[in-house]
């Protein structure tokens, strides 16, 4: 299969425009989806969506999530330039000379550019400071602040990055906006219809979909986890390497091509180590690719770990390269080791299993 067939599902998702609190066409998306192959589809009432595939054993919830990164409209200049305010961590100086567009409706958007100040109005004067996202500006080719209202702007819009999806020369890796998690809700679609079309034997009630609100504070999974409650819960997020990094570099964990990432340690949640070692047996009983990731941020892992009395919590990452820009890359062959990964813990988690968690 060619893998701009392999990865439509992940196409779609990362061409969809969804900041956190306007996730509505990739809900729209999900639940279409996840229809086709789940026994029940539910919904918290902040809009995170899961498809349900029911069993006698434990409850298994597998979460991507929704939003990605962007802005808001906070208010129009006298010269028609867009100020904003950022949803989500964005460093500001990855806005600058970037095509941006505000969604003005379900069928429009309107393109613009984080203006740069050249290099010919600058010399001779102070070095240029680093800019604060207050000063950033977005200009759409407004003449005033009059005419952006008549073209639709209005305060209280998403800001999104204008998507230019492409796969790289070497036919293995792929280039885009939001794989920060349109990764996530695609790997949770395809696991709910592996387990529908191939019918693959395991005993436990499987629970795939996506929260809503996870870059501004994991709201979603908040709710949702206290929806469903489950035994074993697994983030899949997009994670950023440090590939690039020099070798000595303390936070040089992860690389593209070597598999999925068994985050050990972030600020919010450290791994249990029984199930650190139960994931490296498992991957390596299956000659499945990983490596071992550690994070200064956080997953929707984090929340879920406060569902009910509390639940067994960890992230399974995809390698990335960029993430929280305008454009992430990621390995193909990453994707398809997640994919193993998370079906080989379905197929081997039970009762028995989740007593030896809790015994411990």
Known sequence: MKVRERMKIYEDLVNLNAVAGFEKPVRKYMKAELSKYADEIVQDKLGSIFGIKKGEGPTIMIAGHMDEVGAMVIGVT???????IPIGS???????SQNL???????????????AIPPHMSRGGKEPKEPDFDDLLLDIGADSREHAKEMGIKIGQQITFVNQYYLTEDGKKIVSKAWDDRFGCGMALEVMKELSEKGIHHPNTVVCGATVQEEVGLRGATTASQMIQPDLFIAIDVSPVGDILNKDHPRNFGKLGEGFLIRFYDPRNIMNPKLKAYFENLAKAKDIKYQEFLSMGGTDAAAAQYAGSGTLSTTIGLPGRYIHSTAGMIHIDDVEAVKDMVLTIIKDFSKERLEEFRND
């Open 101 to 115: 567009q505000v969604i003005i409706s379900d069928d429009k958007a309107i393109q613009g550019v984080v203006g």
């Open 78 to 84: 006298e010269n028609g330039m867009i100020k904003m």
């Open 90 to 96: 964005i460093i500001p100086n990855v806005m600058i």
